[in-house]
Structure formats: C-alpha cells, structure tokens
C-alpha cells in the first residue's frame, strides 16, 4: 500500500515519455538496436560499401582508364603533369589539343590531379633496358599502380555512404527514435548495382569524388544554416567548387541548394535561404567563368561522327523522341537494374520517333514529374525535392543542351540516383507508416522490403563487379547486353584482335580469334558503314589473313571516310606492296605516310616507313634510292637489325658485297637469331 501511495505521489511524465519508457521495458532488444542504426547506420554503410566492391581490389584497368591514366601524357609526369592538368581540356593529355572535339569542352581536373598524386606516390618509374622513360620536357614517366586505384575508388565511396546517412540525418532530425529514411536510402544507395561502372572502374572517380564533394557541401549547408559558422560556411563552398572541378554536372546543384533549405529547415524566411545559399551560386558562377577562359563554353558541335556525337544529322522531333525513350530506360535501370553495359551506342539505342509507345510514354512519366515538381516543391514535398535531385544532374547528360559524346551509361545515373534511393524509402517509410527505427523493428513490413531489395541489388552488385575485371571481360560480357552497338562489337573485336597480335612470334596464332575479330568488325561496319576505324580494322585482319583485294576495298573505303587517316595509309602501301605487288602504288601510299609521319616528328613510325618503302624500292631495282631510305631508317632507330640485314643485302645486289658484309654483320651482332 505504502509502494502504491509512493507512485501516486510521483508527476506524471509526458505520454509521450510514458510510451517510449513502457517500450523499452517490455522489449529491451529494440533499445540495443534502435541507438546503434541511429548512430552508427552510417558506418554500418560505410562496411557495406567496402563488402560489395571488395571484389575489384585485384582488377586492372578497363575501358575509359586509358583516357585518365595509362595513356594520358599529363597524368602519367605525376606531380609534373599538375600544371597542365589544372588549365587544359579533361581529354588534352590523350588526344592532344582540341580534345576530344566535344561542344563545351570538358574541365573536370580534380580526379586527374589525383591520379597524378596516385602516380607519384604508389606508381613505378617507367623504364626501358633500365633506362628512365622521360617525356620531351625531360619529366619522368610513372606506371599508375591500378591496385591503389581500385582501393581508393571504394574508400571515397564508403565516405560518400557514410556522408549520406549524416545528411539525411540531419534532413529528418525531427523524427523520434531516429528516421529510418537515412539507413534506408542508405543501403539503396549503396548496394545499386548501377553503381558497378563508377565504382569498378578507376576513370569513374570523378563521379565519386563529385558525389561525395556534394553531400559535404549540403551538410555544410544546413549545419551552418542552423548555428551558423563561418568556418563550415568556408567548408561548404569549397566542397561544392571541388564537386564542380570533378564532373560539371554538380553544377546542377546551384538549384536544388535552397529548396533543401525551404524543405528541411523550419525557417521559411526566403531572404534567409537566399542569403545562406548566394555563396554556393558565388563558387558555381566562379567555376564556370574559369570553366569558360580555359576551355571554352558551349560552342556549335564541330564531331560530325556519330560513334561521338549520336545525334548528328537527327531531326529534332526525333532526336526528342529518342531521348524520352531512353529516359524510360533510366528509370527502367533504376527499379529493374537486369542488364547493364559499357556501351549503348548506335543501333543499340535506335532512333524511334513519337510513334513509339516507349518514346510516348517516357515523355508522359517526365512531363507528370516536371507538374508535380511544380505544384508540390514549394510546399515542402520531399517527393518533389527528390525529382529534382534525380533529374537536375541527369539533364546534363542527355544530350539535349550539347553532344556529350554518348546517347546513354550506366555511370550517368550514380548522382541523379540519390534521388531515387530517397523517394524510395521515404515511399516505403510512408506507404508502411514506419518513420522511426522503433517502428522498423516493432512493424518489419519495412525491414522485409528493405532487406529484399538490400540483397537483390547486393547479389547483382557483387555478380556484376567480375566484368570490369579487364577490358577482355568486360566486352565479353557485354556484347551479350548489347549486341546491336556499333561500338560494342568494335570493342569486343579489338579485344579479341589484341589477343591474336599479342601471340609470341614462335607460338602459332590462333586463326579462330582472326576470324571471331572479323566477325565483329564487319557487325560494327554494318550497323554503321560509316564507322572509319572499324573498316580499317576489316582491312587490317584481311591483310593478316592475305587477301589482298578485300584488305585493299576495306582501306579504300576507309580514306575515302577519312581522308589523310595515316594508319589506313600505311596499311594500303603494305597492301600494294606485299599482296597485290602492285609496286608503283606501294611507292606512292608508303611516301604519304612519310611526310605525315615527318610533320609529326613520329621517329618510329618514320622509320618503319622508310624500312617498307625500301623494301619496295629494291623490288623494283631501284638500289639508290633503297640504300638511301635505309639509311634513314638506321639514323632513326640505330638498334632495328632488320634495316642492317636489308642494307647489307642491297648493297650486294649492287655488287658491292664488302660494304654488303658489314652491315650484315652489324645486323647479326645486334640479332644473331638473323644468321639462320
């Protein structure tokens, strides 16, 4: 009685206080696990992040890595290579000046002066005969050590995951118990499989470094915007200029900064979000006046080739219905994420017209979003903010503003799928009328649905990871994926082809890997009879193959395509000259290569011409002038053997056998496998 009068006497506590005490009493269990997702989800993803992509940790380089780091002149110097990679278009250090011919330009260097660093500190010198390979500005070349890529590709990923969940955190800091939305978008986000491409794939860091630049600009944002600090104001800015120096379409964000703000933050005071998020658009305004006077702005498309520029020549009606078919597609990849590629080139996105169902339908599902957008954004939907947050990044990549090079990629999707990953779980969170952990564990309808979808995409990210291995992976599994791509099969082709030339000279090479090369070239020259480099290539396996008249049509057909294109060139002198011994026309194609060569300063490839063109000279009985050639294939590349053994058979020919015998000498002195 005394212990039932003593409770009376005590104040009554808040219901609220009542609830949640009478919860933990009857299920301690929730009480251990509601805290630690609420506090720790973040690093919970952050493990997650490392777990699904841990699998790549011993892959090499594949697809766009040669254009960042293993034949980017600039990336290649390390810290050498800064000053050029800081002022010159992102593709500069591999195609040379004019880049890529990409309306606009690209300026994205803050991956590229990782990759530099990356060369620096873990790459190994490159050498020749334990000789320093330098550059022509005497700058020492690295090899970049593609296990150090890989690993850092994760690490950045992990961060941005555990950067997400303290952004959402903060976004719905006003749920008790701890929102589910942060762990649920959170592990959406981390495990989509959409994700494979940029994380799998070194060249893909300047998404990652821009998704994780992002988060830190909107965490800065909002923690500044509630106490504000100058210190994390500074932060924040800098975030975002860094998000900007990685991938343009950061950019974007200059939008989406204050109706976060108007969305998450109880102060509706416009003059307040406008003054917090004016110097976010300083450092975006910034970005692009520099962005500007270094490469350019958006110029007239120049690239009339259709593997660069998918929509040259389309008509604007179709040109639109096409890329509403393939907004379909984006969404279609986000819920069903079944098959990826590399690659969804010309034909494998065909031009449809507004007759297409699909076209039809994808302009419909993106016109219902733009009206909600705009009926709901300003009454603080977060449904509303996260169609924004999917489709502000992915405008810049669907070639309607400018030709960006590809009509479609899988890595377009890893920033705008923030926003699907949040409508999602704030979705589920209200369709299950479960806002906080409590309620996930109290009602697991959640926890199932999240769970499911958890290791469905875990499983396609973990099965996904193994074709990025190499490119000779990759093409193989996606040619299956898209199998009508001009440019898939000419990668499939060119991988197989690589593998046939790779042969040691004394192993006999493999004639099937010949003829599955020719198959897939021919496949990409007849989706597109205009794609120059896949036609060469007919050529050149049909000069391995010795047949000369279809090498010769193949070549024609290429320089008429591609006039002055000096590897066809080349090719049709050894053509005229070993094949068709039509020796006048060997002469004639082997002398352009010449001068083109001579123009560039190429010394190798100067000497090879002078060592055919000597070859043909002789066959024509032309002594003089094939001694001369010789000799200046010698003074280029003093160590080739060949070019003393043929010299020295000349000079016999000529009835000089002294002077003939000391260039054969010569020859098997630096080759003795010449003698036999």
């Known amino acids: 009685m005394n212990l039932m009068a003593k409770k009376k006497n005590q104040p009554t506590a808040p219901k609220t206080q009542i609830k949640a005490n009478s919860s933990n009493i009857s299920k301690p269990v929730l009480n251990q696990k509601m805290p630690f997702l609420s506090k720790y989800g973040g690093w919970v993803l952050f493990l ?3 777990v699904l992509y841990s699998n790549t940790l011993g892959h090499k380089f594949a697809f766009d890595d040669s254009i960042v780091i293993t034949d980017n002149t600039f990336t290649q110097k390390g810290l050498a290579g800064i000053p050029d990679l800081v002022t010159r278009d992102f593709f500069e250090g591999v195609y040379g000046e004019g880049g890529m011919e990409l309306s606009g330009g690209r300026f994205r260097p803050l991956s590229l002066v990782c990759f ?7 790459g190994k010198e490159k050498t020749l005969n334990g000789q320093s390979i330098k550059d022509e500005s005497g700058a020492q070349l690295y090899e970049y050590n593609a296990a150090v890529g890989h690993f850092l590709n994760i690490f950045f990923y992990a961060v941005s995951a555990l950067l997400l969940f303290n952004l959402l955190s903060i976004w719905f800091s006003e749920t008790q118990g701890g929102s589910v939305i942060p762990f649920v978008a959170g592990l959406i986000f981390v495990a989509h499989p959409i994700h494979t491409e940029v994380v799998a794939n070194i060249k893909s860091r300047d998404e990652i470094l821009a998704m994780l630049l992002l988060f830190s600009a909107l965490f800065a944002l909002h ?47 416009w003059s307040k979000i406008l003054f917090a998020a004016a110097p976010y658009w300083g450092a975006a305004l910034l970005y692009f006046a520099i962005r500007s006077y270094l490469v350019g702005g958006i110029e007239a498309e120049t690239n009339k080739d259709i593997m660069e520029n998918p929509f040259y020549g389309v008509a604007t009606v179709e040109k639109l219905a096409t890329i509403s078919l393939i907004l379909l597609r984006y969404i279609i990849l986000l819920i069903f994420p079944l098959t990826m590629s590399s690659d969804y080139s010309r034909e494998q996105i065909p031009l449809v017209s507004f007759s297409d169902p699909q076209a039809i339908l994808g302009l419909l599902i993106y016109l219902g979003m733009a009206a909600f957008v705009i009926f709901r954004l300003f009454k603080k939907d977060v449904f509303a903010l996260s169609i924004l947050l999917y489709f502000l990044p992915l405008s810049l990549t669907i070639n309607l503003l400018f030709n960006i090079g590809a009509p479609m990629a899988d890595r377009f999707l890893f920033i705008p799928s923030l926003g699907f990953s949040l409508a999602l779980a704030y979705g589920l969170s209200r369709l299950l009328k479960t806002e906080s952990m409590a309620d996930m564990f109290k009602k697991p309808s959640l926890l199932g649905i999240t769970a499911i979808l958890t290791l469905a995409y875990s499983y396609k990210t973990i099965g996904r990871n193994p074709d990025w291995f190499n490119n000779d992976t990759l093409f193989a599994a996606d040619i299956k994926a898209s199998p009508n791509s001009a440019k898939m ?12 030339l790779d042969v040691q000279p004394s192993a006999k090479p493999d004639s099937s890997l010949l003829n599955l090369a020719e198959k897939h070239f021919g496949e990409a020259v007849r989706i597109n009879p205009k794609f120059h480099i896949a036609m060469y290539n007919m050529g050149y396996v049909n000069t391995l193959k010795k047949d000369g008249k279809k090498a010769e049509t193949y070549l024609l057909k290429t320089l008429e395509l591609q006039p002055g294109y000096l590897n066809g060139i080349e090719m049709l002198g050894r053509v005229y000259g070993e094949l068709l011994n039509n020796l006048p026309l060997a002469e004639k194609y082997l002398n352009q290569a010449l001068v083109i060569n001579t123009q560039r300063g190429v010394k190798d490839a100067m000497a090879n011409n002078y060592q055919h063109l000597g070859i043909v000279y002789a066959m024509q009985q032309k002594y003089s002038d094939a001694v001369r050639v010789y000799s200046e294939a010698i003074k280029l590349n003093p160590k080739e053997a060949n070019n003393y053994l043929n010299l020295g058979i000349t000079y016999q020919q000529m009835g000089n056998a002294e002077e003939g015998q000391k260039y054969l000498n010569k020859a098997f002195e630096l080759n003795p496998a010449l003698k036999r």
């Open 48 to 50: 997650l992040a490392f």
């Open 223 to 269: 923690k500044s915007y509630r106490q504000p600090s100058i210190l994390l104001t500074s932060l924040g800015i800098l975030a975002y200029f860094g998000a900007m120096l990685s991938k343009e379409n950061a950019f974007t964000y200059i939008a989406i900064f204050p109706f976060t703000l108007l969305i998450f933050e109880k102060d509706k005071n």
């Open 489 to 500: 099969n000419y990668y499939y082709a060119n991988s197989v082809f690589k593998k046939f």
């Open 116 to 122: 530099a660093v990356e060369n620096q500190l873990f």
